[in-house]
């Protein structure tokens, strides 16, 4: 932040490989042309690539029934986009965010359904995930086509934390709506809805007899059982600093792993970078990690905690998730250390790591 709080202009870098890096993070397969069927491991092998939520959509799966439940499963995450996106005029969260501090909306169930998780999580981070944190994400602008290179004042931050708060929604069950009391309330689902469309579309998978796929929805993978022939998938974990290289490669079966991090959405001033995750507690960019994965059984678990860490940096980061025994993490700090939480090798088949920076 500028002294006084004056606006300083900045370099602001949105990079469209954003898209192709998410391959990165994605299971390493058998190259197939993008989209389509054909016979590898002696089993039919479907995949398909879309560009929703704002991030690229890999789906491959292994069977009989292939075929049909990649194109059902990419389908589901097109609808759960047009529900999710808070920039969409009509979806469930512009709504919600158009009647705050006006009245309760009626949202779809799965809308409902993230937008409680997403308390959950909000209850379990102690805030540093926080789903209402939208009217902070506009001010900031990072990774927005809007941007205009400025940063806000202390006083537009004032301004707009005192809206943000995720214990003040108002649910309702039976009815099924969701309601913001406060005129400039806005909620963001963007920090746990690749985790939800990657755990749907697993559940819809499984449902149609796929025992072998894998789901990646932007930095969020999800090996649904293990490869064909039996062994693990494997996943990247990127070095920030460097996009041909890998810090660590992951062995895992039936898990998700996400990453999250301000490395490849942010605004750049004097050589400092300001991460697209922000701090809604004081309503600054969070600075103290660069990339943050998380190992978990749930994506949507996986999804949350990877951005909460980020918020909470590496000590604190590192706490949170050796008090939940089912997630782990690898987190980079800013100076390039690697800190590996106490489950993360238990939870993965398989860590290679190659150091830090
Ligand atoms: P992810 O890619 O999962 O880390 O989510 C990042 C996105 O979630 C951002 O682009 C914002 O839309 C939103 N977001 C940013 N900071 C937070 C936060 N602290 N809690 C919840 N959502 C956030
Ligand atoms: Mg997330």
Redesign the pocket.
């Known amino acids: 932040m500028t002294p006084g709080g004056k606006k300083k202009r900045m370099t602001f870098f949105f990079r469209p490989v954003l898209l192709w890096m998410a391959l990165i993070f994605s299971l390493t397969l058998l190259c197939l042309p993008a989209g389509g069927c054909g016979i590898g491991k002696g089993q039919v092998e479907c995949r398909e690539d879309a560009v929703l939520m704002d991030t690229l959509v890999s789906i491959k799966a292994y069977g009989e029934g292939a075929s049909a439940a990649v194109g059902e499963a990419m389908e589901m995450i097109r609808k759960m986009d047009s529900l999710f996106d808070r920039y969409r005029e009509g979806s469930d969260v512009w709504r919600v965010n158009e009647m705050a501090g006006v009245g309760p909306v009626l949202v779809d169930d799965l809308t409902f359904q993230l937008v409680e998780e997403g308390l959950f999580y909000g209850e379990l981070t102690g805030g540093?995930?926080?789903?209402t944190?939208g009217p902070l994400?506009d001010l900031w602008q990072i990774?927005r086509e809007g941007n205009d290179g400025g940063i806000p004042t202390p006083n537009e931050i004032e301004k707009r934390l005192s809206t943000v708060g995720y214990w003040k929604v108002v649910l309702d069950g039976n009815k099924r709506t969701v309601f913001l009391p406060e005129k400039g309330m806005s909620l963001?689902l963007?920090?746990?809805a690749?985790g939800f469309a990657s755990r749907r579309a697993a559940e819809l998978l499984r449902e149609r007899g796929v025992r072998s796929a894998s789901i990646a929805v932007?930095?969020n993978v999800y090996a649904l059982g293990a490869r064909p022939d039996g062994k693990p998938w494997q996943v990247g974990v990127k070095d920030p600093w460097s996009k041909d290289r890998l810090v660590a490669k992951l062995k895992v079966t039936g898990r998700a792993v996400?990453t999250?991090g301000g490395y490849e959405?942010f605004l750049e001033v004097g050589g400092l970078r300001f991460s697209?995750?922000?701090?809604?507690r004081c309503g600054q960019p969070?600075s103290k990690v660069v990339s943050a994965t998380v190992v978990a059984d749930d994506p949507v678990r996986a999804?949350a905690l990877?951005?909460a860490v980020?918020?909470l940096g590496g000590e604190d980061g590192l706490a949170l998730l050796d008090s939940l025994p089912d997630a782990a993490g690898l987190i980079i700090t800013g100076d390039g250390k690697v800190l590996l939480s106490s489950r993360f090798s238990a939870l993965l088949e398989d860590v290679q790591l190659s150091g830090g920076r």
């Open positions: 540093a995930l926080d789903i944190v994400v990774g963001d963007g920090a746990v690749k932007g930095g996400d999250a959405r697209h995750i922000i701090d809604p969070a999804d990877a951005t980020c918020v």
